[in-house]
């Protein structure tokens, strides 16, 4: 894969793929939130998820509105091909990394 | 699913509405929708309150220019606004000439307006630092004899100030300023050395003096600093003086070398901008001049100052002060048919508006004056705008073509005139930044080489911004109204046809300009020759009085005792006639050029009845022969004769004075200073100038005092100045040790009153020449412009025939009558003008005429020099160059 992702969005890559049909701004910074323990901004989520959407990772289509968004619609986002692809390379490059840590009992230490 | 709704109150309504209208409509669904869901279920969880802060918060991050609008930066208006700035850009390199003769006439312009008012504000603002200014005043008394109004004074008597406090309710404190503090103090070193200074800002001052005023005392306390007598503050600078690094306070300092007075208190030096300019200040109780003097309704030596109330104004104040005194001394004004009225000057006014007040404390600004320089900018300015007006119009032929584009592709009128008030906006905007920068780097050297103290810093003050700020718009309005005006009348077809628009040669809207141009400028050199001529006048008129080659020295006043001070003159008088180079002594209790102080009123058999003041002169039997004063009649003081202590002379003017008709009536007459002592008069003398010809001459009386006096003047003789003074002076440090050699020349000081009229000349001189400069420039450009649209014509004329002259005829002679128009009219404005200055001075020059000729022919040669200097090299062109490309 040529193109490089950062550690922010990595994160919500996966972020917005364990979650179909239901990844748009608010939901995934309450998701972001809820397993990285950590806030950051839905403007900060935005700018992410169109840099995601401009490299070909996820894409998006606008969905239904609902009355606590003072009826306005979501722009939902869902994983496409490529954005799999990248995932799975990178957990792929990672799981040969875990298997090349030298086994070490600490507890034999001292 | 049972949805929940969203409630609109909660919202922060106003960043709701922020965010909708910056947020590009694409966007707003999926931003202002995640933000009020988010809102929505936070308020749930946190509260409203986090909830609201959340949402905020959120919109302010979401304002970036992402998520803005576009529609706004491709908009017509703003794309066209970038294109007016760049055509103006483009016209101002493209025609390097005429923009330069705009913007350095605006800037000059500009330059002298900042520069006056900088002065302006500095005069503005004096004393306006003290607490509670607004209620501070002054109380100064008009005297009135015989009904009319002889004298105005700044200091009154001392029992007014305990009086006001006692019978005003208004009057919440008052203070007292005496102003006889001068002469020798003196400090004894460790060393056994003597420090000693002769003083003249030394005053002696009420007790709360430091809380009427806002001069900010550094070390002592502001209330006892001066409340028990013999106690004294100084300055920083005086203290520094006096006793270097060491602290001052207790320590003991001399007045005239036997009183000894305590250091109590040290004072920051006073502000630039405070008419009072003290050193030291001792209490008042230390004083005991005249007995019993609290309640003395005589003298009138003290500066008065008194705080009143809030709410009081400043008319009722004067109106109940107006008949105070009536009260005080009825028995005395019935007898001598007088009146004197108290009234009061604002404290932020004394520096502005003291004119005419006697005995001030010392040289204060006018009014006028600033009236004067104001009306001389102003004329500056204004004719470097109609420079821009008059260049701008005249190049209206060649923008005529632009115009007419602009209006073929669909410019409305409006937007031309937008483009051209953008082009003298950004002219008048260059001029004020060049303008401030030349300023702030040029005022240095204006305060060294003219004595002034205009403080730049002061370009940055809100008053001077916010009027630079006016000065550009009411500046592009003015300038680039008419202009924008002409340019944009021109009708597309006609221009782009090729029909050069041109005003036939009836009196236009430009020659008006013209003609106003020069009469300022002529006007303004009328003016400056008529200051110098004054000044010349005043300085070359005989003064009836000898003061060439005059050394005076401060007398001493630091002795032992009177008797004391007495021998050693005596010693010092022996030593002085024993070195070369001395031909004369005299002692004085004042010499010209210096203020006297000293005046009563005195009847005669004339006015039996009404004091007649005249100004009183303590001198010795070598004053009138030393000074060269004639004697008309009777004879001078002689020291052998005893009872010349009781002997008086008169000079002329107090010989009138009195109601003497002639000097041979007036001897054996006497004099009598409302009291049962009275005065022989033994002699009449020539009148003199004691001050400058500013003032009148004053009626002096001179009474014999051969033992003291403040001024010793030594005639000096011989050429080696150098070796005389240096004998002098050890002779008398060796009879004074305890008192400073403190001299001045007389001739010196005498002028030295001029300064203030040196100043207003060359600073009238300056501004002139910069108001026949930018003219100039004007005018440079028009003829530039002129011979530049001619120069076929010229050709033309040339190739047929014409000589080089009848060329520049052609070109000057409407230029010529323009300037002759202005000459007419500049003359009877001038002499209005001039003759109003004139009645500043009790001595006048007379106007005369050679003022006008040489002022008004100057005026016409440097207009023709200007005229020509483009003419003859229009003239000169080779016709071939003009004519070769059509």
């Known amino acids: 894969m040529s193109q490089s992702l950062g550690n922010l969005e990595e994160t919500i890559l996966l972020l917005v793929a364990v979650m179909p049909e239901e990844a748009y701004g608010y939901t995934v910074a309450e998701a972001y939130a809820e397993h990285m323990k950590s806030r950051i901004s839905i403007s900060a989520i935005h700018t992410v998820l169109k840099r995601l959407e401009k490299k070909g990772l996820i894409s998006s289509k606008m969905g239904g509105a609902t009355a606590e968004r003072g009826g306005r619609r979501k722009r939902i986002f869902e994983v496409t091909k490529v954005g799999l692809s990248t995932l799975e390379q990178i957990q792929e490059s990672r799981q040969k990394l875990w298997q090349m840590m030298p086994k070490v009992n600490f507890s034999y230490q001292l | ?79 066209m606004f970038k294109n007016y700035i760049v055509v103006s850009l483009r016209n101002f390199r493209k025609q390097k000439g005429y923009s330069f003769i705009n913007l350095s006439g605006l800037v000059a312009g500009i330059a002298a307006c900042l520069l006056i008012s900088l002065h302006v504000l500095k005069e503005l603002s004096y004393d306006n630092f003290h607490p509670k200014a607004e209620s501070t005043y002054r ?10 109004l002889k004298v105005k004074s700044a200091p009154v008597y001392p029992a007014v100030a305990p009086a006001l406090l006692a019978e005003f309710p208004e009057v919440e404190m008052v203070t007292r300023i005496l102003p006889f503090g001068g002469g020798v103090y003196s400090v004894k070193t460790a060393s056994g050395t003597l420090v000693r200074y002769n003083e003249e800002h030394a005053v002696l001052a009420d007790a709360n003096f430091f809380e009427m005023f806002g001069f900010e005392l550094i070390e002592g306390d502001k209330r006892e600093a001066l409340n028990e007598a013999n106690r004294i503050v100084l300055s920083e600078s005086a203290a520094a003086r006096y006793f270097g690094d060491k602290d001052p ?82 028995e005395m004004y ?74 073929v592709v669909g410019a409305y009128r409006s937007n031309l005139l937008l483009q051209f008030l953008v082009e003298s906006f950004l002219y008048n905007l260059f001029a004020v930044l060049l303008a401030g920068l030349l300023v702030a780097l040029a005022v240095p050297y204006i305060n060294g080489a003219l004595e002034f103290t205009l403080d730049r810093h002061l370009l940055l003050s809100t008053e001077v911004l916010s009027g630079l700020l006016v000065m550009v718009i009411a500046g592009s309005l003015c300038s680039g109204l008419y202009p924008a005006f002409v340019l944009t009348s021109f009708q597309p077809v006609k221009v782009l046809k090729g029909k050069i628009y041109k005003r036939n040669g009836s009196f236009g809207f430009r020659q008006v300009l013209v003609i106003f141009q020069f009469t300022a400028s002529i006007t303004l050199i009328l003016g400056t020759f008529l200051v110098v001529k004054q000044l010349n006048y005043m300085r070359n008129q005989e003064l009836g009085i000898n003061i060439d080659q005059t050394l005076v020295i401060h007398s001493p006043s630091s002795g032992r005792d009177e008797e004391d001070l007495e021998n050693r003159l ?123 010809l500013k003032e009148d001459l004053d009626p002096i009386i001179f009474f014999y005092n051969p033992n003291a006096g403040n001024y010793y003047s030594l005639k000096l003789s011989g050429s080696s100045l150098g070796s005389i003074m240096d004998d002098v002076e050890a002779k008398w440090d060796a009879i004074y040790p305890d008192n400073p050699f403190d001299y001045f020349f007389l001739d010196e000081r005498f002028d030295r009153q001029y300064k203030s009229d040196e100043q207003f000349n060359a600073v009238f001189i300056g501004f002139a020449a910069l108001a026949i400069f930018v003219a100039c ?88 020099l200007t005229v020509s200097f483009k003419s003859f090299s229009a003239a000169n062109n080779n016709p071939v160059n003009v004519l070769r490309d059509e």
Not at chain 2, 139 to 148: A, R
Not at chain 2, 262 to 289: A, Q, Y
Not at chain 2, 299 to 326: G, H, I, M, P, S
Request: glycine letters at 8%; hydrophobic letters at 45%; proline letters at 2%.
């Open chain 2, 1 to 79: 699913m049972k949805q929940g709704s969203l409630d609109h109150q909660d919202l922060p309504n106003w960043a709701n509405r922020f965010l909708e209208w910056y947020c590009a409509d694409e966007l707003i669904d999926e931003i202002q929708g995640d933000l009020l869901e988010a809102f929505y279920y936070r308020k749930q969880t946190y509260g409203l309150r986090k909830a609201r802060w959340w949402f905020i918060w959120d919109v302010l991050k979401f304002f970036r220019p992402s998520s803005f609008r576009k529609r706004s930066f491709n908009s017509i208006p703003i794309a």
């Open chain 2, 249 to 330: 306070i207790g320590q003991s300092i001399y007045w005239r070398g036997t009183r000894e007075l305590m250091v109590t208190g040290v004072f920051k030096d006073f502000p630039e901008n405070s008419h009072m300019k003290f050193e030291l200040i001792t209490s008042l109780k230390s004083w005991n001049g005249y007995e019993d003097w609290p309640n003395n309704w005589g003298w009138y030596d003290f500066y008065t100052f008194v705080k009143t109330a809030d709410n009081v104004d400043q008319e009722t104040l004067d109106a109940r002060l107006e008949t105070f005194l009536d009260g005080k001394k009825a």
């Open chain 2, 777 to 864: 420039l004007g005018l440079f450009g028009l003829v530039s412009f002129t011979a530049e649209q001619s120069k076929k014509e010229i050709g033309i004329r040339k190739v047929l025939g014409a000589s080089s002259n009848a060329l520049v005829m052609l070109l000057a002679k409407d230029y010529a009558k323009l300037i002759l128009v202005a000459i007419v009219l500049a003359f009877p404005l001038g002499y209005y003008w001039m003759s109003s200055w004139l009645n500043n001075f009790a001595y006048q020059t007379n106007i005369g005429a050679g003022i006008f000729i040489f002022g008004g022919s100057l005026m016409a040669l440097i207009a023709f």
């Open chain 2, 570 to 692: 005596k010693l010092f008088k022996e030593e002085l006639n024993a070195t070369p180079g001395i031909a004369g002594f005299t002692l004085s209790n004042s010499v010209p050029g210096i203020e006297n102080f000293f005046i009563s009123g005195y009847t005669s058999k004339h006015y039996p009845n009404q004091l007649r003041d005249i100004y009183r002169m303590y001198i010795d039997e070598n004053f009138f022969d030393q000074f060269e004063i004639d004697l008309i009649a009777g004879r001078s003081f002689d020291k052998n004769l005893k009872t010349d202590t009781a002997a008086v002379l008169l000079n002329l003017n107090a010989m009138n004075h009195l109601g003497f008709n002639t000097p041979e009536e007036a001897i054996g007459e006497k004099v009598n200073p409302g009291n049962e002592q009275s005065w022989n008069i033994i002699g009449v003398v020539e009148n003199y100038h004691q001050a400058s």
């Open chain 2, 139 to 148: 109380v100064v008394m008009d005297m009135y004899g015989n009904g009319q």
């Open chain 2, 334 to 407: 019935e007898k001598y048919n007088a009146r004197e009225v108290l009234w009061t000057q604002n404290i932020r006014d004394i520096h502005l508006y003291s004119e005419g007040l006697g005995w001030d404390m010392g040289e204060n600004g006018g009014a006028d004056q600033i009236y004067f320089l104001s009306v001389i900018a102003a004329l500056i300015l204004i004719i470097a705008w109609v420079n821009y007006v008059n260049l701008a119009t005249a190049r209206a032929v060649k923008r005529a073509k632009e115009v007419g584009i602009r209006k």
